[in-house]
């Protein structure tokens, strides 16, 4: 059977165009590796850590903005492979589709109808089977991993580094997580908070895949939670409405419909995010009546991931971008309540007052600074880190600081976007050089 590209994207890179017979299960997944290169050209990578150095993270410890949101970055947030963050609730399929993109096993690997994986275990490229305990990893400064000490022990305890020599994990490194509990046992204690884990993972990765049960849509409280630590991340989020093949194709049209309506509940934005439907494992297809959809969504998804290892350098560019946003209206937010605290008398009383009229704050920043309402970090969360803070050690406004990242934005990360075409066109050459795509017949 001939597959036709069903989009322009897809036509427009000849190395995606081949054929296969529709009982050739995997065999999409098969190719997948060479479809992934690891990205060579740092020169914008290393103009990102000299702007951050040099202009954004001075900024950054004069307001103690790591005290309020992340941790400083190093040169291996920088320079790490892009991540892919699978997440869903248990039996969702999460573990047998990562085995399914690497076409083998990797180490902590269990699956099962019950909740099987109970730690977050990142699958990373090396010369054979091996895995790295939790409280060795933060301890390893080759790894972008050091800040998720801060979760503790029973954390640490549930996290592991597990490396496999599959080609794929030369381009890109997965992350498989515990599977999110429903009814009853969401209420057992982990030992750790699982949304800032979450969180925490989310602010680094490229691609959040977000993965459903065809038979099982619900949403569960922990569930939710997880998803609303992602905001702020939405252009990361994908959907995957795994196992659609134990549905025929009028039950999934249901299903479908059911899952977007589920969906619109919990992300409150006006669109939802790309839904990729199929079976993304190896076992026969039980309904084949969508094997052309499923294939279609398949090769959808793959060049998604494909397209990281291109697009890596432009998301760094962006993070880098979205987070010194944060860290100035952090700093305006910090000097303005200092600017209206007393010298002497009555500080705790217009301490809590600050607190109480913190949105205040925002409004006249808005518009003071021309600032825009969505650089605003959630006011919920800065209060209770504010009612925890001595407002005494906070500096005053910094004129020559943030002129420092206004110049960062202005100019250095002007210059460094002009090169991002020239790093892409040379990562094509690097994709074409690679093996051409075999025909299958």
Known sequence: MQFKPHCRLCQ???????????????????????????????????GLKKAYRTKL???????????FHSPPLDDTDFDSLPQVLVIGQYSTGKSSMIKYLLRTDYPGIRVGPEPTTDRFIIVSHGDGHHVVPGHALVMDSTKPFAPLSKFGSSFLNRL???????????????????????????????????????????????????????HKLDISDEFRSSIEAMKGHEDKIRIVLNKAD????????RVYGA???SLGKVFNTPEVARVYIGSFW????????????????????????????RNSTLRKLNDLIKRARLVKVHALIIADVKSQMPMFIGKEQKKKELIEKLDETYTRIQKEYSVPAGDFPEIARMRKILESSDFNNFPQLNEPMLGAVDDMMRLDITELMKKIPQEQYMQDKINTKSSSVEELS
């Open 12 to 46: 427009s890179i000849p190395h995606l165009q081949f054929r296969f017979k529709s009982s050739d299960r995997g065999k999409v997944a098969d190719r997948f590796s060479w479809l992934l290169a690891e990205e060579k050209n740092t020169g914008v990578v290393d």
């Open 57 to 67: 993270l001075p900024l950054e410890k004069h307001y103690s903005f790591h005290d």
């Open 160 to 214: 592991q580094l597990s490396s496999c020599p599959s080609p794929v994990l030369s381009g890109i490194s997965l992350i498989d997580t515990p599977g999110i509990l429903s009814g009853e046992k969401q209420r057992q204690d982990r030992g750790y908070d699982f949304s800032e884990v979450v969180e925490w993972f989310a602010e680094r990765v490229d691609v959040i895949l977000l993965m459903f049960d065809a």
């Open 246 to 253: 134990m549905v025929d194709h009028q039950e999934l049209m």
């Open 259 to 261: 899952l977007m309506w």
């Open 282 to 309: 190896d076992e026969t297809l039980r309904y084949d009546i969508n094997q052309k959809l499923f294939d279609a969504e398949e090769q959808d998804l793959f060049q998604d991931l494909h397209s990281l290892t």
